[in-house]
């Protein structure tokens, strides 16, 4: 009997299972779907002025096999560049512009506006499974000073890996894809094998532990067609309303009484992430399930700064324009949505870069360096970043990237005076602000600070980005809307008084001193956010806005019946 008793106990949760936390998705799982895009499709824009001779920096090119760092919606946008992918989407061709005889739409926005020709030399593309950063952001300066240290090396060549490198045309071109392929999957539902089920909740709050608990349990039962593999926050271990020990011990039973002891690995199905694995293997994950508000939805994006897996949100939060399900209903929408697949919208994500001023050689104060003939100069942010660059001269060095999907603000932060700092448009000096901060804000985040700040609403299909002032000091700075096609570029100049902040997403709050900027511009990795069946997403838009924040609400005019005019 005690052998009987041995033989029929849940695996401890300390025994090792046949993959560690870092274990990539199964062969089968290599079916799935990401998107780059086509570097010979005509229809782009122009960026800036530069020489159009200049050679062009070779692309990786497309791999013939799904990579195993992809997810579902990522592979669909990096089988966007073949002429499979476009056959399966359909003709994404359309009208094209005729963008013969322009210049510039194949060079750089930045660091400069202008390059010497032979300062662009082919570097081979940085692959984007590739990141060498634990932290939030992908910190590209281990990157950027091996290049430096080649000689006539064209520094940021990471075409494939950040999108403020991107050439205008190929910016534009990304940006356009994203926006066709989104507008495609929302009449589409997406069928997958999703095997490894991602759950997020606010691991403090005493209300959701419970019910991410029953969510867990619901996917480990016996009566699932899939047995999945539960993820769930670390923290959640030891917690004891969690309690990860006795939910195994019941499922055990569970197994045990249905005739299926062989379930010895269960213990192995239920396991436990932490910020790295999400930084560095997000293709772990075949799919994301939120319990919380817009608050947990934004932390999901925080944590997966790449690929981000199709998210599924349910409301247990208070506003609640991200999360679209009901909790109530777990167990039937789950159950629809892993058997008869989903509808999935692209959200458009920001990137934004913090780029650092280098000491220059001959440099005498933080503002005053000696040219070559010793005659003292001041350091000035706007000649640096769009006049003219010697060929051995690189002013900036990026010290960290961000995805985000609201908003970045650079704000005064705990200094008491205004910030000022000047705006960038591409190779252009946009304008200068005197104020507590500037929001430039994604469509998704024209509700939040955006908002608070006196901006525009926005519907999220809008491709455009959102510039506020906070608390200007001029009667005259109204809230700009811009196109997501440019590089935006938000400065201290070196003869402010005072640094400034920026924060990404409300986190990851990063000082800017003199000279310092933060470069913002679309990301190459949109948010897969899960939407309703047979939703119809402006309609729940509008609703939402009306419901939540009291949009154009007002008590209607009394009728006492229509009055022919009296003439």
Not at 174 to 181: I, P, Q, S, T
Not at 231 to 239: A, F, P, Q, R
Not at 264 to 288: G, I, Y
């Amino acid at each position: 009997m005690a052998g009987d008793a041995d033989a029929d106990a849940p695996p401890s949760m300390n025994d090792s299972y046949p993959d560690d936390h870092y274990s990539i998705s199964s062969d089968d799982d290599s079916n799935a779907v990401e998107v780059t895009f086509d570097e010979g499709n005509p229809y782009r824009r122009k960026s800036s002025l530069v020489y159009n001779e200049a050679a062009k920096p070779k692309l990786a090119r497309p791999k013939l096999k799904p990579s195993s760092t992809q997810c579902l919606v990522h592979q669909l946008l990096e089988d966007h560049r073949n002429d499979s992918a476009i056959d399966f989407l359909g003709n994404l061709k359309g009208k094209q512009e005729n963008v013969d005889g322009e210049i510039g739409l194949d060079d750089y926005v930045e660091p400069k506006g202008k390059l010497n020709n032979n300062h662009l030399t082919s570097v081979p593309a940085t692959e984007p499974e590739s990141d060498a950063s634990t932290d939030a952001g992908q910190v590209d300066e281990k990157e950027w000073k091996q290049a430096a240290k080649k000689p006539n090396s064209g520094l940021d060549h990471h075409y494939n890996l950040n999108s403020r490198l991107l050439t205008k045309k190929q910016l534009t071109d990304m940006a356009w894809g994203v926006r066709e392929l989104s507008r495609r999957l929302g009449s589409l539902r997406l069928k997958f094998k999703a095997k490894t089920i991602f759950l997020l909740t606010k691991a403090y709050d005493h209300e959701l532990i419970p019910k991410t608990s029953d969510v867990a349990k619901w996917l480990l039962s016996k009566d699932r067609d899939v047995r999945y593999t539960v993820y769930v926050e670390e923290s959640l271990k030891d917690n004891d309303e969690f309690d990860a020990w006795g939910l195994l011990q019941e499922l055990h039973q569970e197994y045990a009484d249905a005739g299926l002891a062989d379930e010895s690995a269960l213990a192995s199905r239920l396991r436990f992430w932490n910020e790295k694995m999400c930084h560095k293997r997000p293709q772990t994950f075949d799919f994301v399930i939120t319990l919380g508000g817009d608050g947990t939805v934004l932390y999901a994006s925080w944590l997966f700064q790449r690929i981000v897996p199709p998210v599924l949100t349910f409301s247990l939060g208070s506003l609640g324009f991200l999360t679209k399900f009901d909790f109530n209903e777990y167990q039937d929408i789950l159950t629809t949505a892993f058997r008869d697949g989903v509808t999935v919208s692209l959200r458009l994500r920001f990137e934004g870069t913090i780029m650092r001023s280098q000491k220059e050689t001959g440099q005498l104060t933080q503002t005053e360096t000696t040219d070559e003939k010793g005659i003292r100069r001041k350091r000035d942010l706007i000649e640096e970043l769009i006049g003219e660059e010697r060929d051995d001269e690189h002013t900036h060095r990026p010290d960290g990237t961000y995805e985000i999907l609201n908003e970045i603000v650079v704000d005064r932060g705990p200094n008491p005076t205004m910030s000022y700092t000047e705006i960038f448009s591409d190779d252009e000096h946009f304008t200068s602000v005197l104020a507590d901060g500037v929001c430039v804000s994604t469509p998704t985040g024209s509700t939040a600070y955006n908002l608070a700040a006196g901006g525009s609403l926005c519907h999220p299909d809008n491709p455009v980005m959102l510039v506020t002032s906070i608390c200007a000091h001029t009667l005259s700075f109204r809230p700009v809307v811009l196109p997501d096609t440019i590089v935006l570029r938000i400065g201290v100049p070196y003869d402010a008084r005072t640094g400034s902040w920026a924060s990404f997403d409300g986190r990851e709050r990063v000082e800017l001193r003199p000279g310092d900027y933060v470069t913002i511009s679309a990301s190459r990795f949109p948010f897969a956010s899960v939407q309703p069946p047979r939703g119809r997403r402006s309609e729940d838009w509008v609703n939402s806005i009306s419901g939540k924040l009291g949009w154009n609400t007002r008590q209607k005019q009394k009728n006492d019946g229509y009055k022919p005019w009296d003439k």
